[in-house]
C-alpha cells in the first residue's frame, strides 16, 4: 500500500490512498506542475517519465532534474504486452506521463501494475479520458478497457499543446461528445432508480459552451490548444468527482468501437475524439426520439446473434462474446418505466444535446485546415449502423441511454 500526498484546493495536503484498485483525489495544477512533485517527494527521487514524443520527454526529464529529481526514461505502447516489458526500477517512487492519451493510458496501466503514484503533463489539447482510471490496451487486434491507477494530478503544458494544434479537432469533438453524454447519464440514473445531480448537468453544458466560445475565434487564435486542454481536464475533473464517469459514456463507446473496426480493416484511423463527436451527433437525434418513444415493449434482439456479430467484425473468442451480449439490466420493464415516468425531462436535455451539434457542427469542421474535406468518405452509413449496433456490448464500461435502448429492443428501431 502506498500513500501519496496531493493539495486540495486552499493547498491543504491530504494522504491519498492510492493502493490498487483505490480511488484517488486529483487535483489540476498550474504550470507543469514540477514545482508540486518536487514538494511531495523527497530530494533526488527516482521518477518514470512515460512521454510519445522524445523532444517533449527529453525537455520535461531536464526540468525534473534542475528540481532535483531523478528521472528514468520509458516509452509509451499502447499494448498491455508493452507494458508488461516495460522496466520499472524498485526505488521509482512515482510516475509521470507527458503527452496526450497514449502515454497516459500506458502510464496509468504501468503505475496500476506496480501500486505507484501517478501524475499526468498534458502535452495535447485532446484530454478528455486523462483523469479517468480506466485506459485503452490492445491485445493483438482488438483493443480492450483495462484498470488502471487514476491520477493524483495533473497539469497543462501550455507551450507544448500549442505545437499539437493537429489535435484541435479531436479536442473539441470530445468535449462537444459530452453533450450527448449527459443524456445518457441521466436516462441511465433514473432507469436505475439512482439520484440525478442536475447541478453537475448544467456545470457539464458550461464547460460545453465555454468551448464553442473559444472555437468560434478560429483555429489560429492564440492559446486554443492550451485552452481546450484545460476544458477537457475540468471536464474529466467534474465526471469523476460526480461518480458517474460520463466521458465513458456512449459516444466513447462507440469511438473506440469505431477505432477497433477501422484497425480491424486496416483503414484510416481517426482520433477518439473525432469519432465521438460522429457519433454524438448521430446519438443525440437518436435520443431525442427515445424520449418519446410510447411505453410499448419489445424483447431485446436475440444475444446469440450479438454474440456472432462481434466475432465477425472483432475477432472475440466465443466465451467473451457471449458474456459480452449478455443482458445488463436485471429488470428492463422496471427501468423502462421509470424512462417514461420522467420523459419530459429527458426530452429536454435530448434537445439541449441536438442544440450544441448543431451550433458547433460548422466550427468542428474548420478546425481543420482543409475545413473538414478529409472527413469525407472515412465513415458510410452501415460503419455508424455497424459501431452503435455493437458498441454497448463492446466497451459498456458505465450505463449508457445507448445501452437501455438495446436492453429495450429499441435500436434496431433508431438506426
Do not use: W
Not at 20 to 35: F, L, N, P, S
Not at 308 to 315: A, K, N, R
Amino acid at each position: 500500500m502506498v500513500y501519496y500526498s496531493v493539495f486540495i484546493s486552499g493547498g491543504v495536503p491530504l494522504n491519498v490512498n492510492i493502493a490498487r484498485g483505490a480511488g484517488c483525489v486529483t487535483q489540476i495544477y498550474d504550470g507543469d506542475g514540477i514545482a508540486e512533485i518536487s514538494t511531495q517527494l523527497p530530494k533526488g527521487s527516482a521518477v518514470a517519465v512515460v512521454y510519445e514524443q522524445d523532444d517533449c520527454g527529453g525537455e520535461y526529464m531536464r526540468k525534473l532534474r534542475r528540481a532535483g529529481m531523478a528521472p528514468r526514461p520509458a516509452r509509451a505502447g499502447d499494448s498491455d504486452a508493452q507494458v508488461a516489458a516495460t522496466v520499472v526500477d524498485d526505488d521509482v517512487r512515482a510516475i509521470v506521463a507527458v503527452g496526450g492519451e497514449t502515454s497516459a493510458d500506458f502510464a496509468k496501466r504501468l503505475a496500476y501494475k506496480r501500486g505507484l503514484p501517478l501524475y499526468v503533463a498534458v502535452a495535447s489539447p485532446s484530454a478528455m479520458t486523462i483523469l479517468d482510471g480506466y485506459c485503452l490496451m490492445r491485445e493483438g487486434d482488438v483493443y480492450a478497457l483495462r484498470k488502471g491507477a487514476a491520477p493524483v494530478g495533473a497539469a497543462v503544458l501550455g507551450d507544448e499543446a500549442e505545437k499539437h494544434a493537429f489535435d484541435l479537432p479531436a479536442a473539441f469533438g470530445g468535449i462537444c461528445a459530452v453533450a450527448a453524454d449527459m443524456f445518457d447519464r441521466e436516462a441511465y440514473l433514473r432507469a436505475t432508480g439512482k439520484p440525478c445531480r442536475p447541478e453537475v448537468r448544467d456545470e457539464a453544458f458550461s464547460l460545453v459552451y465555454s468551448a464553442i466560445d473559444a472555437a468560434s475565434r478560429g483555429r489560429d487564435s492564440a492559446g486554443l490548444a492550451s485552452s481546450f486542454a484545460g476544458i477537457s481536464l475540468k471536464m474529466a475533473l467534474l465526471s469523476q468527482s460526480a461518480g458517474s464517469g460520463f466521458i465513458r459514456s456512449a459516444s466513447d463507446d462507440c469511438a473506440r468501437t469505431a477505432t477497433m473496426l477501422l484497425r480491424r480493416e486496416k483503414r484510416a484511423a481517426m482520433k477518439r475524439g473525432e469519432l465521438a463527436f460522429i457519433f454524438g451527433t448521430v446519438l443525440s437525434k437518436a435520443y431525442r426520439e427515445f424520449a418519446c418513444v410510447p411505453s410499448a415493449f419489445t424483447p431485446p434482439p436475440d444475444n446469440n446473434l450479438r454474440a456472432e456479430l462481434l466475432s465477425e467484425y472483432f475477432g472475440y473468442d466465443e466465451i467473451t462474446a457471449a458474456r459480452a451480449a449478455v443482458s445488463k439490466l436485471k429488470s428492463s420493464a422496471l427501468a423502462l418505466y421509470r424512462v417514461h415516468e420522467y420523459r419530459d425531462e429527458l426530452r429536454e436535455v435530448a434537445s439541449d444535446a441536438v442544440k450544441v451539434f448543431d451550433e458547433s457542427k460548422k466550427l468542428f469542421r474548420r478546425m481543420y485546415d482543409d475545413d473538414g474535406y478529409s472527413l469525407c468518405g472515412k465513415l458510410d452509413k452501415s460503419d455508424v449502423r455497424t459501431v452503435v449496433a455493437l458498441a454497448p456490448d463492446t466497451f459498456a464500461v458505465n450505463g449508457s441511454a445507448l445501452m437501455l435502448m438495446r436492453e429495450f429492443g429499441l435500436l434496431d428501431r433508431y438506426l
